[in-house]
């Protein structure tokens, strides 16, 4: 099995920032891609930030210049670096990775139980 463990959530004033962090763990092969994902009350989920094994990042539109993603791959970890939050970041963030449990076996997405952001104005 494959958990995502989510820490960094929290509370802030707007204009501050947070660091989210994601670490895999479990016995899988391989991980592709990793990324968050965010939900605020009454709207969908959307994604946030994406990045590749090779580093290649994409981000939503609203976040760009904004937020950061990053990875270590020897780690299994991805980070989401948020600065300049505004109240319309306020949400609960999920973390997603594309795992491999073993060699040539399909890449299925695995979901963090996600993490409390709150921005006050």
């Known amino acids: 099995q494959v958990q995502l463990e989510e820490s960094g959530g929290g509370l802030v004033q707007a204009g501050g920032s947070l660091r989210l962090s994601c670490a895999a763990a479990?016995?899988?092969?391989?991980?592709?891609?990793m990324g968050w994902y965010r939900q605020a009350p009454g709207k969908q989920r959307e994604l946030v930030a994406a990045?590749?094994?090779?580093?290649?990042?994409n981000y939503e539109d609203s976040v760009k210049g904004r937020f950061t993603i990053s990875r270590v791959n020897a780690k299994n970890t991805v980070y989401l670096q948020m600065t300049s939050l505004k109240p319309e970041d306020t949400a609960v963030y999920y973390c997603?990775?594309?795992?491999?449990?073993?060699?040539?076996?399909?890449?299925?997405?695995?979901w963090g139980q996600g993490t409390q952001v709150t921005v006050s104005s």
């Open positions: 990045i590749n094994s090779g580093g290649s990042t």
């Open positions: 479990g016995n899988f092969f391989s991980i592709n891609a």
């Open positions: 997603i990775a594309d795992v491999g449990l073993a060699e040539d076996w399909p890449y299925y997405d695995y």
